[in-house]
């Protein structure tokens, strides 16, 4: 039991192993502190989404400039990257952008507009509507014919 005195006293003296003079006499206290403070603002990793702001169907964005099957997947490859996107559908006869988001990733109108831009086209219109994403690619996908 000694011997275990002795190192831990050895390893309180070392510089790189002290504890902070400011926590010093309080150091129990401190991670009570902490999940004090965790569980008075929440437990969120992040900032918690605005009213409102919760997918629930789809999101309809009008584009300029799709034209091609090129264009398609230059879109297509931006919105993929985004973590917030669960599917992706884009209609050439209407120069439409579907998209269906993740349940609890929220994705702003400001940042889909952006996203369509970084892959080269301008928005026309976002609209986020009740139609579940199946049944609105299934309309699109008829009324391209």
């Given at each position: 039991m000694k011997q275990h005195t002795q190192d831990h006293d050895q390893f309180r003296r070392h510089p790189g192993n002290r504890i902070p003079s400011l926590f010093r006499n309080r150091?129990?206290?401190?991670?009570?502190?902490?999940?004090?403070?965790?569980?008075a603002?929440?437990?969120?990793?992040?900032?918690a989404p605005a009213a409102g702001s919760e997918p629930e169907g789809s999101i309809r964005v009008t584009v300029n400039g799709i034209v091609c099957a090129f264009c398609v997947q230059g879109i297509e490859r931006h919105f993929r990257q985004r973590q917030e996107v669960k599917s992706i559908f884009i209609s050439l006869t209407h120069s439409v952008l579907l998209l269906e988001l993740k349940p609890d990733r929220p994705m702003t109108d400001e940042l889909i507009a952006a996203t369509t831009e970084r892959a080269g086209y301008d928005v026309v219109k976002i609209e986020r509507i009740e139609t579940p994403f199946a049944k609105e690619r299934e309309r699109?996908?008829?009324?391209?014919r």
């Open positions: 150091w129990p206290a401190v991670p009570l502190a902490l999940a004090a403070m965790v569980l603002f929440g437990l969120s990793a992040g900032p699109l996908r008829t009324t391209d």
